[in-house]
């Protein structure tokens, strides 16, 4: 069992920057793979990076590809997603998630564990 707590979301002008953290309890993170998902208002929730258990290998949307990075720190056991650039876009609900397995970690079905949220909001 893992829980995690999201957190530094807030509200940025547009072109600023966020670090959101993800703070795991339970099992280590060296164990999972992590990505973070983002919930905007009337729309599905989507996939925005991932990292695997090794921390090698990197995935990220299209749509934040080369502004916002993705890192972990089986340590601290934490995972931080950089975002650079913040568009209003951005703005959501932007989740934590870890997975068992690196089958599928750009859709939501492939995660095991979920944070409760942390809201982002970038305005114009």
């Known amino acids: 069992q893992v829980q995690l707590v999201e957190s530094g979301g807030g509200l940025v002008q547009a072109g600023g920057s966020l670090r959101l953290s993800c703070a795991a309890a339970?099992?280590?993170?060296?164990?999972?793979?992590t990505g973070w998902f983002r919930q905007a208002p009337g729309k599905e929730r989507e996939f925005v990076a991932a990292?695997?258990?090794?921390?090698?290998?990197?995935f990220y949307a299209d749509s934040v590809k080369g502004r916002f990075t993705i890192s972990s720190d089986n340590a601290k056991n934490t995972a931080t997603l950089q975002m650079n650039s913040l568009r209003p876009e951005d703005t959501a609900v932007y989740y934590c998630?870890?997975?068992?397995?690196?089958?599928?970690?750009?859709?939501?079905?492939?995660?095991?564990?979920w944070g409760q949220g942390t809201q982002v909001t970038v305005s114009s």
């Open positions: 998630a870890a997975a068992t397995s690196s089958s599928w970690l750009a859709t939501t079905s492939g995660y095991d564990y």
């Open positions: 339970g099992r280590t993170f060296n164990t999972y793979a």
């Open positions: 990292i695997t258990r090794s921390g090698r290998s990197t």
